[in-house]
């Protein structure tokens, strides 16, 4: 061991808790943070991590670890635990490698998603073999779906986790744990600066990765009388560096729409051209200065429209830290009792779909105590927002299309509920020469390189990556494409229907449409497939066709899964468990593929 190694053992002693979290849209963030805080009110050194910002060599140094994890898309790791996970995956690391390190590991997935919190299940097992010691016997696993969501496995799981980890590493004589109502210092510090000082410009300081792209046109593809307000939406690349695949993603960085950021400013009477400068109050936190992260030095205005989550509902943290910020009884009262009470802080935010913003207007004495620090400890940052590439890099060179449903909705809020992204993205005018950040990120879907016929479900939105594919393909002269496409009403839903007719006539395509409404029964694309039970059971058992399916997670991938399970048995005359490993064949060697959402 090198004295740089021994020094670096010495430094890790028996109160040092290291909490890493892998988010995606900052949720298990928020989680890890609330731990963090757990953990420094009884008096342990404390770091808080992403998982790829740790150097991941010094686990083997390591006493007490809990790691936050979510899963993303189909069994996907967050972006900021890549690294780590593809190390910590290593099949030549010795099988001791973590036998000094006790761990507790928390997933937040949805159980409506096949894949659920695969993440964390596979990293508790790793961990094991690696030689660590679990605290508790499995993995905490959150999920979406249950009626209290996350907390109604974690807040329990915590309990227990606490209760494991004090009885090993018990408080220091003389020391007790820090009261949940004593504040603790927060872990950024924002002083005002003159006005005059140097400040770059946002896109310098945050989006360096980014390339800033003009917005070519925004048309909206729905029938205007229709409930649903989907827009095809085209930027200009040529400029760029940026290249694309059939299958790969466009990840944007929102802002907050000017109606929320009016409700900001109402509340908080800053001034929009103050300069503020912000630095670490923290040294057990990750350093500042990877990329998209807190701005060190910037105007109020890019803070509230580019970084305050404003529209964010908030979790139990987020009650915990306001009711240590306020003095008012009654105020106070009711966020301890949204604290201890998760079955009525979920339907006041949850089943409401409360933001941020408006709580802090539901309680307006304590916010009126709160100060720029307190703001940021508060609000998370803004997350940035991933979309099928719908274009082909090679049919539309120097573009880029995404296809964008945009949300909307109503509660029992006075106000309509607005996915921020969607509507950032919907509200924007090309003749304004709007510019977005934005840049690629790989998807999940693997296509084929060679000739071999693709069969591709995509019922809504879900049509997008199959626009992006069936393009690339056609100008690849590859004509055996399959699409099954479903929506409401040809007349009002039906995407890229210009794209298709032409590619049917030429014979690069064949389409199969299911318009629900159309007809006094509703059809599905469920009902195409299995009425093309034939023609499906040629390509995928003679002409080693690929099968994709994307769209809405909810019911469609069981439904075509039972139709495609009809296929293999109506005319493959599979029994039924053959027709379970028929298709759990397609799915181990890659030809089958889902991309879902909820």
């Given amino acids: 061991m090198t004295k740089t190694d021994e020094k670096l053992k010495n430094s890790f002693g028996d109160r040092r808790m290291l909490v890493l979290y892998g988010s995606q849209t900052g949720t298990a963030q928020d989680l890890a943070e609330r731990i963090w805080r757990q953990a420094k009110r009884r008096h342990f050194q404390a770091i808080l991590s992403a998982l790829d910002d740790y150097s991941v060599g010094d686990l083997i140094y390591e006493k007490l670890v809990v790691v936050v994890a979510s899963t993303t898309g189909q069994g996907e790791v967050p972006d900021n635990m890549k690294k780590f996970w593809k190390f910590i995956m290593r099949k030549n690391l010795p099988n001791n490698s973590l036998e000094k390190l006790s761990f507790g590991v928390i997933g937040l997935g949805d159980s409506s998603y096949v894949k659920y919190n695969v993440v964390a299940k596979k990293l508790f097992k790793r961990f094991a073999q690696l030689g660590g010691t679990p605290l508790l016997e499995q993995p905490c696993l959150g999920d979406d779906q249950h009626d209290l969501g996350y907390s109604a496995a974690v807040d329990p799981w915590l309990e227990q986790f606490w209760s494991q980890v004090m009885r090993r590493h018990p408080l220091p004589a003389g020391l007790s744990v820090i009261g949940d109502h004593i504040p603790l210092p927060t872990k950024l510090r924002a002083r005002f600066i003159e006005n005059g000082a140097q400040v770059p410009s946002w896109e310098d300081a945050i989006h360096r990765d980014a390339f800033m792209a003009r917005l070519i046109s925004n048309e909206r593809v729905t029938a205007a009388d229709h409930w649903q307000d989907v827009r095809l939406l085209k930027f200009d690349i040529a400029s760029s560096n940026l290249k694309y695949a059939p299958g790969d993603v466009m990840v944007v960085q929102p802002e907050n729409l000017d109606e929320h950021v009016e409700d900001f400013y109402q509340l908080f009477p800053f001034s929009p051209e103050q300069i503020v400068s912000i630095e670490s ?310 030809r089958y593929q889902a991309e879902t959402w909820s």
């Avoid at 620090?373 to 082909?392: C, G, Q, T, V």
């Avoid at 934005?438 to 000739?451: N, Q, R, V």
């Avoid at 039906?494 to 690069?508: H, I, K, N, Q, V």
């Avoid at 395509?509 to 409404?517: E, G, P, Y």
């Fill in 281 to 590: 109050n923290d040294a057990s936190l990750a350093p500042m200065g990877t990329s998209r992260c807190t701005p060190s030095l910037c105007r109020i205005a890019d803070l509230v429209r580019k970084y305050f989550d404003l529209e964010r509902v908030p979790e139990r943290s987020f009650f915990e830290l306001l009711a240590q910020y306020g003095d008012h009884e009654l105020e106070k009262e009711k966020l301890l009792e949204f604290c201890a009470d998760t079955q009525e802080r979920y339907s006041y935010c949850n089943r409401m779909r409360r933001t941020m913003l408006e709580v802090l207007q539901d309680f307006p004495n304590t916010t009126a105590r709160l100060s720029l620090n307190h703001l940021l400890e508060l609000f998370p940052s803004i997350k940035p927002r991933a979309f099928s590439i719908a274009s082909s890099y090679k049919a539309h060179p120097g573009e880029l299309h995404v296809l964008v449903a945009v949300v909307q909705y109503r509660t029992k809020m006075f106000r309509p509920r607005k996915g921020l992204c969607s509507n950032y993205l919907a509200g924007m005018d090309p003749s304004n020469e709007v510019r977005v950040p934005l840049w690629i990120k790989e998807g999940s879907f693997k296509f084929p390189a060679d000739e071999r016929p693709v069969i591709m479900v995509g019922p809504g939105t879900g049509v997008a990556p199959f626009r992006n594919l069936i393009l690339e393909r056609v100008v690849e002269a590859k004509a055996e494409n399959y699409l099954f496409f479903g929506c409401r009403n040809e007349k009002n839903d039906f995407y890229c229907a210009s794209d298709w007719t032409p590619l049917e006539e030429r014979g690069m395509l064949r389409l199969f449409t299911a318009f629900s409404r159309d007809q006094e029964e509703k059809v599905y694309v469920t009902d195409r497939l299995r009425e093309q039970a034939a023609l499906l059971w040629k390509l995928l058992s003679e002409e080693n066709a690929d099968f994709y399916i994307a769209g809405n997670a909810k019911r469609m991938p069981e439904d075509v899964q039972a139709a495609l399970k009809h296929v293999c048995m109506s005319v493959g005359h599979h029994k039924p468990a053959e027709a379970d490993e028929f298709l759990k064949k397609l799915e181990q060697t890659g």
